[in-house]
């Protein structure tokens, strides 16, 4: 009896190991093509990922207007080979600038008759620099408004924007939405304190072209509102106004703010860029000095030259080089 229960038990478990064994045996099977089937969909997803991820950084960097670092040398290397006299010339200045003002890398900047505000304005943002302090003083948003119906300036209606070459009845507008761009923006980044954070939110601002633009038409019509102010303050015998003025409002070309504006303004940001006596003017409204390298001019005194040349000892500073007082780049120390 004792035996034939042994052996009825052994058969039972013999049975009951055999149906669990299937359903085991089946269970690990699910579960490996479970696994199977979710690397194949984690492969898929990733690859999927990194195209479409790739797709977006090839797109930010073709539409940036400001690129990312590059090796100075590196770059005097590819931009000025052979042995011709001005490319030797130009890569002694490169050299210079290494060795002697150690600055290692530059930014390269998109070269365009923005070039020069666009180089300017990505430092103070990409620094953090805070609005001047007479734009504190003063709402810039006003500036549009006051300059049209306070001081009579109808023919602020024949401004035009840059490339878009547009004038008309819609022009007070159309500043005052430049001018807004420029608050906001110049506003909320300046605020940022993490240099990182700051540095991606110009990347985003600097591959809008169409913000961009707005900022730059901003820049432009203050400098036109303060040759008015200057123009009126010499009329009425006012308070002295800066040299820069004097020098500027001396030239046929703009002897009154009409004919800045027509003969300078206008053009700027679509066949010409700023000239030298309009980047002292840039500085002294940014109230930044402006340090340029002209490498163009190497070995003579117009090497490293400041706009303006008389500042004061708290404005932030920002560099330029260019090569031949047209298009410039960001040197980085």
Known sequence: EVRSWTTAAKQSLCLMWQ????????????????????RQLYSFLAQLLK????YLQRKLIRNLSVLTEADLLGYSAR??????????????????????HHIKYLRQVRRDNYCVLRAVLFQIFNQGIPFPSWMKERDILKLPEKL???????????????PERYTGPNVFGKLRKCMETLKTNWTEISATKDHEERGNMCNTLFSDESKEHKLYEAIKFIMLYEVVEAYEQI???????????????????????????????NAIGDSICLD?????????????????????????????????????REWNEISLLTEDDRYYHIPLF
């Open 148 to 162: 049209l119906y306070s001081q009579g300036c109808n023919w602020i209606q024949q401004y035009s924007f840059g």
């Open 79 to 100: 931009e000025w080979k052979g042995e011709t006299k001005q490319a030797k010339h130009m890569r002694e200045a490169y050299e210079e600038l290494y060795w002697s």
């Open 235 to 265: 009329k009425n015998r006012e308070e002295p106004i800066h040299n820069l003025f004097s020098l500027l409002l001396a030239r046929d070309s703009s002897s009154d703010p009409l004919s800045f504006m027509m003969n300078h303004l």
């Open 276 to 312: 030298q006596v309009e980047l002292f003017l840039l500085g002294y409204l940014l109230q930044v000095k402006i340090r340029v390298y002209r490498l163009h001019r190497f070995n003579t005194e117009e090497f490293q030259v400041n706009y303006p040349d008389e500042y004061r």
């Open 19 to 38: 149906k669990v064994k299937v359903q085991l045996m089946l269970s690990m099977s699910f579960l490996v093509a479970v696994c199977w089937y979710c």
């Open 51 to 54: 195209r479409w991820s790739n």
